[in-house]
């Protein structure tokens, strides 16, 4: 399968892609290109474009290279197929190069930034790729389920459809579950003046509500003062930071930390996911107008591990397996987080073993900057696209380790597909699934 | 307006509960709730195992329920809280629990004289606005941002009026929602509709819309500006002339716009949460000036003083002279009026409230844990364990203050002179 992916893969069937081409003209194409490159792009993108010797020294930066060593996949080899034919053809592109340029934009790359470091000019290949994207947006030639997952972002302010009755009825339903297990335990709802307000991703209540509850046995257990809002603005997650739609970001980050003003809360503490956090952390806020985010966010892998050291959670038996980790992109790479990572896999499970490149040099999931959210159309490209991680876990299950642990929603379904397909046969957990199975926990 | 002339403003500290006892007669206290006269005070208990009710200074409620939440008094003290029956929701008022049901209910909203009550319900998968015991007469698939007129005698919400399949993005872009006022539905639909806006003489609403997925504008009673902008925040109505203003952006900047027409000849990073005084002269906005630095504007003027976290909590004074707000730097919060930052900093502040003359502002605040006020830039020097937004009595020479003190667990209301504060 050498060459193969790239040419292949614009054979894959997408009615987000194809009725979106279906629209365009070359006018438009132009004088949208033409807007966006004016009004939105400067300096950066003309000296990431000129200073690019073609070296590919970040070719073996890139999963999706190294999977299927394709230099279409290389990272510069998605910037000249992409972003370079438009700068030099000044938007005179044809539909079917959009079609092809959108397919590349959002699901063989996952901004993931392991390029920019290995490029000797630290050229941000995914800058390039996210202005890709913007013209896609702009032209309406967007994946069919990133795109429904982005407008569900705009009617509900949350990624999954959830309305604004069944949110709270999922928390009073997981509150209801704990208290058969801790009596006195309470998911605080609303609750102003609390310490800080527990921020989630749309998935957890529609999907993995357990997450809730897990997260809530460990806050009371630890004595914590916090809460989760009634209201929309209660989702972190951002497929619009993806899709390209920068002004629906915005409103959804609005949203987001407006809660946490309302609430009054010192902090927002955030679930385990590394986009989200690119989001809240980094993007969105900006994009407000913030410098850093208005009220300070806390990553979960922050949160616990300061939990841990503080003495405020206690392990009662250690977790047996021997576990792995993998470090999410955006956490890591985005906010150097790896070694709270490991400390809490230190303190919680008898056995970590490495994979090796680690930390900050980890190989992506694939699944992350959107990718997996452009669904099923894509999911054997993006498996395929990434037998270089199931050969990094093939690594470390030979030398025992048994479950991985993946502090992201996002690499957990990338990685969930991949030990699948790859028939690695590992368990998959969070850092909260280990700490909840592994705590003291008060008694009934 | 709530009528506070009827309050006991007599000098002087009343125990109304010691709420600490609560925990010995229940499983479970949750977190007290005083009404705003201070007179009361309530918190949703447990009184036994899967049981819910509701102890009002002491008194527990004749009702006990599956589950009660979001226990709010009204602005007149009347006390409300959302209560489930064997799986069937409604509001509870003063005990007295409405007549229809539904399988849930959110949002309780008070006219701001406290007499009509609203709150949002869904039934069998549809949705509408419940006021004072009544539903709408339609009810709709979906609705959100669910909205209430000063009066309370209108209500409103984003609703959806076209059906589409799971996944249908090409159906969504049509155009799908709405705006339904007291249940009834605009005659045009858009992409999206998110903050409404009732005039200050509650007959008409304006919406914040997207027409597409890339322009956006304001409607008013139904009808988009003709203009289109990359943004839109909420809309306002002066109480002037009827015409709605609402942040507008376009070049990446942000400004004020009136009837879709640029307002204000100054562009910034950022503009939100603009507010009109009570008199309709004045507009002042939440504002970044520059990248990380916010202010508040008026009428297109921003403060010298900038914060660089954030500001909120944006206030004007009863007369419309004065403007207050939050600010925060540095992860310290304080509050400034009138482009000048009172001095101290604290580990959080509330909105400030102003007498009805004007004349003076309070503000609570919080540091290390523990709970005090800010008077006209001075800081109480009582700490407590809990406190409640200060009110001014109506001559604005008193101040009702609701509190917890420190290491103490009995729930006190004091009426002091402002003369005597310090
Ligand atoms: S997936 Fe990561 S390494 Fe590959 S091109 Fe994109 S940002 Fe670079
Ligand atoms: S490493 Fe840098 S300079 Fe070399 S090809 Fe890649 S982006 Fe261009
Ligand atoms: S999903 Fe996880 S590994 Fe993959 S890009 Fe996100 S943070 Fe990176």
Same mark, same amino acid.
């Given at each position: 399968?050498?060459?193969?992916?790239?040419? =292949?893969?614009?054979?894959?069937?997408?009615?987000?892609?194809?009725?979106?081409?279906?629209?365009?003209?070359?006018?438009?194409?132009?004088?949208?290109?033409?807007?966006?490159?004016?009004?939105?792009?400067?300096?950066?993108?003309?000296?990431?474009?000129?200073?690019?010797? #073609?070296?590919?020294?970040?070719?073996?930066?890139?999963?999706?290279?190294?999977?299927?060593?394709?230099?279409?996949?290389?990272?510069?080899?998605?910037?000249?197929?992409?972003?370079?034919?438009?700068?030099?053809?000044?938007?005179?592109?044809?539909?079917?190069?959009?079609?092809?340029?959108?397919?590349?934009?959002?699901?063989?790359?996952?901004?993931?930034?392991?390029?920019?470091?290995?490029?000797?000019?630290?050229?941000?290949?995914?800058?390039?790729?996210?202005?890709?994207?913007?013209?896609?947006?702009?032209?309406?030639?967007?994946?069919?389920?990133?795109?429904?997952?982005?407008?569900?972002?705009?009617?509900?302010?949350?990624?999954?459809?959830?309305?604004?009755?069944?949110?709270?009825?999922?928390?009073?339903?997981?509150?209801?579950?704990?208290?058969?297990?801790?009596?006195?335990?309470?998911?605080?709802?609303?609750?102003?003046?609390?310490?800080?307000?527990?921020?989630?991703?749309?998935?957890?209540?529609?999907?993995?509500?357990?997450?809730?509850?897990?997260?809530?046995?460990?806050?009371?257990?630890?004595?914590?003062?916090?809460?989760?809002?009634?209201?929309?603005?209660?989702?972190?997650?951002?497929?619009?930071?993806?899709?390209?739609?920068?002004?629906?970001?915005?409103?959804?980050?609005?949203? #987001?930390?407006?809660?946490?003003?309302?609430?009054?809360?010192?902090?927002?503490?955030?679930?385990?996911?590394?986009?989200?956090?690119?989001?809240?952390?980094?993007?969105?806020?900006?994009?407000?107008?913030?410098? =850093?985010?208005?009220?300070?966010?806390?990553?979960?892998?922050?949160?616990?591990?300061?939990?841990?050291?503080?003495?405020?959670?206690?392990?009662?038996?250690?977790?047996?397996?021997?576990?792995?980790?993998?470090?999410?992109?955006?956490?890591?790479?985005?906010?150097?987080?790896?070694?709270?990572?490991?400390?809490?896999? #230190?303190?919680?499970? =008898?056995?970590?073993?490495?994979?090796?490149?680690?930390?900050? #040099?980890?190989?992506?999931?694939?699944?992350?900057?959107?990718?997996?959210?452009?669904?099923?159309?894509?999911?054997?490209?993006?498996?395929?696209?990434?037998?270089?991680?199931?050969?990094?876990?093939?690594?470390?299950?030979?030398?025992?380790?048994?479950?991985?642990?993946?502090?992201?929603?996002?690499?957990?379904?990338?990685?969930?597909?991949?030990?699948?397909?790859?028939?690695?046969?590992?368990?998959?957990?969070?850092?909260?699934?280990?700490?909840?199975?592994?705590?003291?926990?008060?008694? =009934? | 307006?709530?009528? !506070?002339?009827?309050?006991?403003? +007599?000098?002087?500290?009343?125990?109304?509960?010691?709420?600490?006892?609560?925990?010995?007669?229940?499983?479970?206290?949750? $977190?007290?709730?005083?009404?705003?006269?201070?007179?009361?005070?309530?918190?949703?208990?447990?009184?036994?195992?899967?049981?819910?009710?509701?102890?009002?200074?002491?008194?527990?409620?004749?009702?006990? *329920?599956?589950?009660?939440?979001?226990?709010?008094?009204?602005?007149?003290?009347?006390?409300?809280?959302?209560?489930?029956?064997?799986?069937?929701?409604?509001?509870?008022?003063?005990?007295?629990?409405?007549?229809?049901?539904?399988? *849930?209910?959110?949002?309780?909203?008070?006219?701001?004289?406290?007499?009509?009550?609203?709150?949002?319900?869904?039934?069998?998968?549809?949705?509408?606005?419940?006021?004072?015991?009544?539903?709408?007469?339609?009810?709709?698939?979906?609705?959100?941002?669910?909205?209430?007129?000063?009066?309370? $005698?209108?209500?409103?919400?984003?609703?959806?009026?076209?059906?589409?399949?799971?996944?249908?993005?090409?159906?969504?872009?049509?155009?799908?929602?709405?705006?339904?006022?007291?249940?009834?539905?605009?005659?045009?639909?858009?992409?999206?509709?998110?903050?409404?806006?009732?005039?200050?003489?509650?007959?008409?609403?304006?919406?914040?819309?997207?027409?597409?997925? *890339?322009? *956006?504008?304001?409607?008013?009673?139904?009808?988009?500006?003709?203009?289109?902008?990359?943004?839109?925040?909420?809309?306002?109505?002066?109480?002037?002339?009827?015409?709605?203003?609402?942040?507008?952006?376009?070049?990446?900047?942000?400004?004020?716009?009136?009837?879709? $027409?640029?307002?204000?000849?100054?562009?910034?990073?950022?503009?939100?949460?603009?507010?009109?005084?009570?008199?309709?002269?004045?507009?002042?906005?939440?504002?970044?000036? +520059?990248?990380?630095?916010?202010?508040?504007?008026?009428?297109? !003027?921003?403060?010298?003083?900038?914060?660089?976290?954030?500001?909120?909590?944006?206030?004007?004074?009863?007369?419309?002279?004065?403007?207050?707000?939050?600010? !925060?730097?540095?992860?310290?919060?304080?509050?400034?009026?009138?482009?000048?930052?009172?001095?101290?900093?604290?580990?959080?502040?509330?909105?400030?409230?102003?007498?009805?003359?004007?004349?003076?502002?309070?503000?609570?605040?919080?540091?290390?844990?523990?709970?005090?006020?800010?008077?006209?830039?001075?800081?109480?020097?009582?700490?407590?364990?809990?406190?409640?937004?200060?009110?001014?009595?109506?001559?604005?020479?008193?101040?009702?203050?609701?509190?917890?003190?420190?290491?103490?667990?009995?729930?006190?209301?004091?009426?002091?002179?402002?003369?005597?504060?310090?």
């Amino acid at each position: 399968m050498t060459e193969s992916v790239s040419k =292949e893969s614009s054979l894959i069937a997408d009615e987000g892609l194809d009725k979106g081409l279906a629209r365009l003209t070359s006018e438009k194409i132009e004088k949208t290109i033409k807007t966006i490159l004016t009004n939105e792009t400067g300096a950066r993108l003309k000296t990431y474009v000129s200073t690019c010797v #073609h070296c590919g020294l970040c070719s073996d930066a890139c999963h999706v290279y190294l999977s299927n060593r394709d230099p279409a996949c290389s990272p510069v080899g998605k910037i000249k197929q992409t972003i370079w034919e438009i700068v030099k053809k000044k938007g005179k592109v044809d539909a079917q190069f959009i079609r092809r340029a959108s397919e590349i934009a959002y699901t063989e790359c996952n901004l993931c930034r392991r390029c920019a470091m290995y490029c000797p000019f630290g050229i941000d290949i995914s800058y390039m790729i996210l202005i890709v994207r913007r013209i896609c947006h702009k032209l309406g030639v967007t994946p069919h389920y990133l795109q429904d997952t982005a407008q569900s972002h705009s009617a509900t302010l949350n990624q999954m459809w959830v309305k604004d009755d069944e949110w709270v009825d999922t928390l009073q339903w997981q509150e209801e579950e704990a208290q058969d297990e801790i009596g006195d335990l309470r998911i605080p709802i609303d609750q102003e003046g609390a310490d800080f307000f527990y921020s989630v991703i749309a998935p957890e209540p529609k999907f993995r509500a357990q997450l809730i509850y897990q997260a809530a046995v460990i806050f009371h257990s630890a004595g914590v003062s916090w809460t989760m809002p009634a209201t929309p603005g209660w989702d972190n997650s951002d497929m619009c930071m993806f899709s390209g739609d920068n002004e629906m970001m915005g409103r959804l980050k609005k949203a #987001h930390f407006e809660t946490a003003m309302r609430l009054k809360v010192k902090k927002i503490v955030m679930g385990e996911c590394g986009h989200a956090f690119r989001s809240v952390y980094d993007v969105g806020n900006r994009w407000l107008g913030f410098r =850093e985010p208005p009220i300070p966010i806390i990553h979960s892998i922050q949160f616990f591990y300061e939990l841990l050291k503080e003495g405020r959670i206690k392990i009662a038996k250690k977790y047996a397996k021997t576990v792995t980790l993998h470090d999410p992109c955006n956490t890591v790479r985005g906010a150097g987080l790896h070694e709270m990572i490991r400390m809490i896999a #230190h303190e919680t499970c =008898e056995k970590v073993i490495e994979m090796h490149p680690n930390r900050e #040099h980890n190989y992506c999931c694939n699944a992350g900057g959107g990718v997996i959210n452009c669904g099923p159309p894509f999911k054997n490209k993006r498996v395929e696209n990434n037998s270089i991680k199931a050969d990094q876990l093939r690594n470390v299950k030979e030398q025992g380790a048994e479950t991985v642990i993946a502090p992201c929603h996002n690499c957990h379904g990338g990685l969930e597909d991949i030990i699948h397909t790859y028939k690695l046969d590992m368990d998959l957990k969070f850092l909260g699934d280990i700490i909840y199975e592994c705590m003291e926990k008060p008694e =009934e | 307006m709530i009528n !506070k002339q009827n309050w006991d403003w +007599e000098n002087g500290e009343k125990e109304i509960a010691d709420i600490g006892t609560w925990k010995d007669k229940f499983l479970g206290v949750e $977190e007290p709730y005083p009404s705003p006269d201070g007179e009361k005070i309530a918190a949703i208990v447990k009184p036994d195992e899967m049981e819910f009710s509701v102890c009002e200074n002491g008194t527990v409620w004749e009702e006990v *329920y599956d589950k009660v939440w979001y226990l709010r008094f009204g602005p007149d003290n009347r006390l409300t809280a959302l209560v489930s029956d064997t799986a069937e929701w409604t509001l509870a008022v003063d005990q007295a629990a409405w007549a229809h049901r539904f399988d *849930y209910v959110w949002d309780t909203h008070f006219s701001e004289d406290g007499r009509r009550i609203v709150i949002a319900a869904q039934k069998d998968g549809r949705y509408m606005g419940v006021t004072d015991d009544t539903p709408w007469e339609t009810d709709f698939e979906t609705m959100n941002n669910f909205s209430v007129s000063r009066d309370g $005698e209108q209500t409103a919400a984003a609703v959806q009026i076209v059906s589409f399949q799971s996944g249908d993005i090409f159906k969504f872009q049509e155009g799908t929602y709405s705006v339904a006022v007291n249940g009834r539905a605009w005659p045009n639909n858009f992409v999206n509709v998110w903050e409404i806006a009732f005039s200050p003489d509650n007959q008409h609403v304006a919406a914040a819309i997207r027409v597409n997925l *890339y322009d *956006y504008t304001i409607a008013v009673d139904g009808v988009p500006w003709r203009q289109t902008f990359n943004g839109v925040w909420e809309p306002q109505f002066s109480s002037r002339d009827s015409s709605v203003t609402a942040p507008v952006r376009t070049g990446g900047k942000w400004m004020l716009a009136k009837n879709g $027409e640029v307002l204000w000849d100054r562009q910034f990073v950022q503009l939100w949460h603009h507010q009109y005084s009570p008199d309709g002269a004045t507009i002042a906005a939440i504002v970044a000036p +520059e990248f990380g630095r916010w202010t508040v504007a008026v009428n297109g !003027k921003p403060w010298s003083i900038t914060f660089g976290d954030l500001v909120t909590d944006m206030v004007f004074s009863p007369d419309g002279a004065k403007v207050a707000c939050v600010g !925060k730097e540095k992860g310290q919060w304080s509050i400034a009026i009138d482009g000048v930052r009172w001095p101290g900093a604290f580990d959080m502040a509330w909105k400030p409230v102003f007498s009805h003359d004007g004349n003076n502002v309070a503000a609570k605040v919080e540091k290390n844990g523990q709970y005090s006020l800010v008077i006209n830039g001075k800081l109480l020097q009582k700490q407590f364990d809990m406190i409640w937004n200060p009110i001014f009595s109506p001559d604005g020479d008193k101040l009702l203050i609701r509190g917890i003190k420190s290491g103490e667990t009995k729930y006190y209301r004091q009426v002091v002179p402002l003369a005597e504060l310090f």
